[in-house]
């Protein structure tokens, strides 16, 4: 299977991937770190504005093609993965962010959510996730958190939350991962989401300060990072809060466990090594409960499979084999009969 | 063996010497799972390839597999030709052809009186005649006195046919309607040497099938020769249609839609895209154009309506032409992605074969009921151009149409075609792709402002904007849904920027009227006391009926609109020469108001929502009272 020939490299720098265009998220937003950290990556992974298409939705996050100078399409409510399937169909060699948001990606669209990474077209997919709708004025969304306090839940929600990465891999995603916008790591996670074949999915936690501030802090602020973070790496044991405690497989109950690791012993402690192409393991990291749990970040999962775009292709140009377009022919196709003589109007 | 029924005079069944016929309809009824729709399909083969001029009616019930023997799992296909030119399925049978109680009863009201009932007798047991709400056989209640009817055991003649291949019951019963074609064939005097090739290619991998199938198809045939023989039962000889020479064939609406899309895409040098999913009586267009990838053509099943637009613009953004089709619930899902083509200004068509309606409505039956949701159905001042198939052969020609509006002016276009054009079936004289005008399509390569700036909302003399593909450099841009800047595209909510941008909209479209031609009379005068004003599948009957009532000496005209938004120039001024304006619609009055808000004309309904077509009788009275 030969997926895509890669796309020249390009030397750019941070400011040429910054339009004119005023930014208007609310000072403070979470939203300017990511933008920054995607302008700081584009340079660094040498992508060409002109084959760079960032696609979005509807919300805050959906402003961000305004803000790249590069091609961009903001579409409508949730659709964003349908326009980007039909841009890589029509033109696999561009390269495709798509950014959508909790409310976006998880609820008006999650429908497509699911079947753009079923597909696995070969995009990017960032989802900002600050739990709350921002654009509309602070409604509760799919991810927000039971009891959540909104003009449309003043006594508290009472739905569930979904979480985007277990959908994600619900779904059939072959990539996932997760950062949260002022993290340092953020650039690795999104370079790493690059170089994936397929569907990339990120979650990325973000701090809509207006109306749901806060709302990582027990993870995201300094003082709770070495407890609430476990930052993964391929082949890298499961380590976390300065190497002081870990993650093991619990083989009674088939479940992940924290232990504690005395001496940076983590091998007699039974940390186990984080592998990426561990599905079984990557859906109870995605499911990890934060709170008895730190919260899983990086890449949890990465095991590419053939794109969409790449088969689809390739069927048609098998299907096109020895075959002509002939557009005289194909009218005259099946069975025809010839009519001689004079014409006559019959009326 | 089996008993023959027969009663009644004249018509078909003979007696007497009948004059020749100029044309004839028949009615092939039977259960859903009997194969109607592909008897009448082989039959409206051999009968274009004795070259007579039809039209089909193919009318099949919602349900794949309706309970057997019930009156609602009735699917019937009809058939109308002749010597002389056809336009419509035909009002009442001449012969129905029932193969079941239900399929008796639910069409024998149809049949013109002294008509032909072609029987199954072995099918008129007991419990059959209970699920068709039958107390007693109508054979012996004397109500089908008013009919000429020929009623035998064909369940019982086939099964004897295929006897010698050893095919089990049930297999065996599913010979019958090649039984039935056969006789049917005989009666009009067919060759059957298309129907055994085709028989043989179908059956190509169980060639014992093939076999028997070709067995029962003889024995029907050779069932005429001796019933004509013993009495009841005449052939016919109806002679071909004179019409203009060259390379004809059959072709369905769906058919003909799929291989002008290919064509449009192919005049406007591009790549076509085709986003669909699944809906009757649309889906058709998907299956044809999934076959076609030597062509250019990517299909792409999506996931809903709604993603099958998206993804439809998302390939018309990334350069290619952009389609999606479907029927009146999933256009309305496709509404708002609709505003946002419109908005970024980018060529698409959309294709809607109009079924009965609202809601999930009818789906299998025919109406004209989506007009308003074609021109007006979008939030926001939303304007797009609509065109209306009339026939099979007709939706071709349109569909060529809809890609050129859509590139020349980056708009979406819509095409309306309904459940009778889409699967209705009638000879189309092959076009020759060279006598069409290409309409090239190029894309901006450099930046076009008059200070070097790039401004992908500037726009040409048509008022249409360059169509700019992601991938050419330094052309970077961004568009979107919301209201712009009119030359740079930038996010602009200012009041000029959307008066300006909402003018701008508006006038593009209006300008199509431009590149499109006149109004023609259809048939008649450019004036006078009375115009039939029609737009769609009603072109038919309208004609038919048109070109009766003038035989009969009345005041009448036909005006068949091809260009339903914007509408062509002279128009108004066409109609402003009639007395009166009638507007017969299979809706409660669409297009009639349409021309009323844009003329103040007394246009008059004449509407229908039977998800029947319009007979020609109904239209010719309607003519008749106006002119009364």
């Known amino acids: ?111 497509h959510t699911m079947h753009i990474i079923r597909r696995n077209v070969n995009v990017q997919i960032l989802l900002f996730n600050n739990e709350i709708y921002g654009l509309t004025k602070g409604q509760y969304s799919p991810t927000s958190r039971l009891g959540t306090n909104s003009p449309t839940s003043p006594l508290g929600s009472v739905d569930r939350p979904a979480s985007p990465c277990a959908f994600a891999l619900g779904s059939g995603a072959r990539f996932i991962a997760r950062a949260y916008d002022v993290s340092k790591e953020l650039s690795g996670v999104l370079k790493a989401a690059h170089a994936h074949k397929g569907a990339s999915f990120v979650e990325i936690f973000q701090n809509c300060i207006v109306y749901n501030k806060d709302v990582f802090a027990e993870f995201t602020e300094k003082a709770n990072a070495n407890t609430g973070q476990l930052w993964l790496q391929d082949g890298q044991p499961m380590l976390f809060n300065k190497g002081t405690q870990g993650i093991t497989l619990d083989l009674e109950t088939l479940s992940l466990k924290v232990v504690e690791v005395i001496d940076g012993d983590w091998k007699a402690a039974g940390v186990i090594v984080h592998n990426v192409k561990n599905r079984a393991i990557a859906h109870m990291l995605v499911e990890m409960p934060f709170g008895p749990f730190p919260m899983a970040l990086g890449v949890i999962y990465d095991d590419p499979r053939p794109t969409y775009e790449t088969t689809v292709l390739e069927q048609d140009a098998k299907a096109r084999e020895g075959k002509s377009a002939n557009l005289a022919a194909l009218l005259a196709k099946g069975q025809t009969w010839t009519v001689s003589g004079t014409a006559a109007d019959p009326i | 063996m089996a008993t023959a029924i027969a009663n009644g005079p ?395 509006i859509a590139v020349q002016y980056m708009t979406p276009v819509m095409l309306l075609t309904d459940g009778y054009i889409a699967n209705a079936a009638e000879p189309w004289k092959v076009p020759d792709p060279a006598s069409y005008e290409p309409f090239p399509v190029s894309f901006l390569e450099d930046k076009n402002g008059p200070d070097g700036e790039l401004l992908p909302f500037a726009r040409d003399e048509k008022g249409a904007r360059p169509w700019i593909k992601p991938g050419t450099p330094g052309l970077m841009h961004r568009i979107g849904g919301i209201e712009k800047n009119p030359g740079t595209g930038n996010i602009d909510y200012s009041p000029e920027s959307h008066q300006t941008m909402t003018d701008a909209r508006r006038a593009k479209i209006d300008g199509v009227v431009n590149s499109i031609p006149d109004q023609e009379v259809t048939l008649g005068e450019t004036s006078g006391k009375l115009a039939i004003v029609g737009w769609g599948s009603t072109y038919g009957p309208i004609h038919q009926a048109v070109r009766r009532t003038r035989k009969k000496g009345l005041d009448v005209s036909q005006i068949h609109v091809r260009y339903i938004w914007p509408l062509p120039a002279n128009l108004g001024d066409l109609l402003k020469g009639f007395d009166k304006v009638l507007v017969p619609e299979m809706n409660t009055g669409q297009f009639k108001t349409v021309l009323r808000d844009q003329y103040l004309v007394d246009a008059q309904p004449l509407n229908k929502t039977s998800g029947q077509p319009f007979t020609i009788a109904e239209i010719e009275a309607a003519i008749e009272a106006a002119l009364a």
Not at chain 1, 21 to 42: F, H
Not at chain 2, 39 to 49: I, V
Not at chain 2, 212 to 220: H, K, P
């Open chain 1, 1 to 111: 299977m030969n997926d895509m020939t890669p796309i020249a490299k390009v030397q750019t720098t941070m400011k040429d991937w910054e339009t004119d265009q005023e930014v208007r998220w609310c000072p403070g937003c979470g939203d300017y770190a990511i933008l920054k950290a995607v302008q700081r990556t584009l340079p660094e992974l040498g992508a060409d504005p002109a084959k760079t298409v960032f696609v979005s939705g509807i919300g805050c996050s959906s402003r961000f093609p305004y803000y790249v100078e590069s091609y961009g399409f903001h579409t409508i409510h949730g659709r964003a993965p349908a326009f980007a399937t039909g841009i890589k169909l029509a033109n696999p060699e561009l390269d495709v962010w798509l950014v959508t948001g909790d409310g976006d990606g998880m609820s008006i669209g999650g429908n």
């Open chain 2, 10 to 404: 004249d018509a078909l069944t003979g007696g007497k010497e009948s004059a020749p016929t100029e044309a004839v309809v028949v009615r092939f009824a039977g259960d859903s799972g009997d194969g109607m729709q592909l008897t009448g399909g082989q039959f409206t083969l051999s009968t274009a390839l004795a070259g007579n001029d039809l039209a089909t009616f193919p009318d099949f019930p919602a349900e794949i597999r309706a309970p057997q023997g019930t009156l609602f799992g009735v699917s019937a296909f009809q058939i109308n030709f002749g010597s002389s030119q056809i336009d419509t399925a035909g009002d009442a049978p001449d012969v129905l052809v029932a193969m079941n109680p239900a399929a008796l009863k639910t069409n024998v009201d149809a049949l013109k009186p002294g008509g032909l009932i072609i029987a199954d007798t072995g099918e008129f047991n007991k419990r059959n005649l209970e699920k068709a709400k039958y107390t007693v056989s109508p054979f012996e209640d004397g109500s089908l006195e008013k009919w000429q009817v020929l009623a035998f055991d064909i369940s019982a003649l086939t099964l004897e046919a295929v006897k010698p291949f050893g095919l089990g019951n049930k297999e065996a019963l599913r010979c019958k309607n090649m039984w039935t074609l056969g006789l049917a064939l005989w009666m009009f005097d067919r060759d059957r040497e298309p129907l055994k090739d085709w028989l043989n290619a179908k059956f190509k991998k169980l060639p014992l099938l093939a076999e028997a199938n070709i067995a029962a198809l003889n024995a029907g045939h050779a069932y005429g020769e001796t019933a004509e023989i013993s009495g009841p039962l005449k052939q016919h000889h109806i002679a071909p249609v004179e019409s203009e020479p060259g390379l004809y064939r059959t072709v369905t609406g769906a058919e003909s839609v799929s291989l002008g899309l290919v064509a449009g895409a192919q005049l406007a040098s591009l790549p076509l895209f085709f986003g669909g999913y699944p809906i009757t009586p649309a889906s058709a267009i998907l299956h044809n154009l999934a076959r076609l990838k030597e062509f250019g053509v990517t299909t792409f099943q999506a996931e809903d309506e709604i993603a099958a637009i998206a993804s439809a613009i998302g390939a018309s953004y990334a350069g290619q032409l952009g389609v999606t089709s479907s029927s009146g619930p999933g256009i309305a899902l496709k509404g708002e992605a609709i505003g946002l083509a419109i908005m970024t200004e980018l060529p698409l068509v959309i294709v809607n074969s109009q079924r009965g309606g609202p809601s999930t409505g009818l789906p299998t039956k025919t109406e004209q009921s989506d007009l308003y949701q074609a021109v007006y159905g979008r939030n926001g001042d939303a304007p797009l151009p609509v065109i209306a198939a009339r026939s099979p052969a007709d939706a071709f020609d349109c569909a060529v149409e809809a890609c050129r």
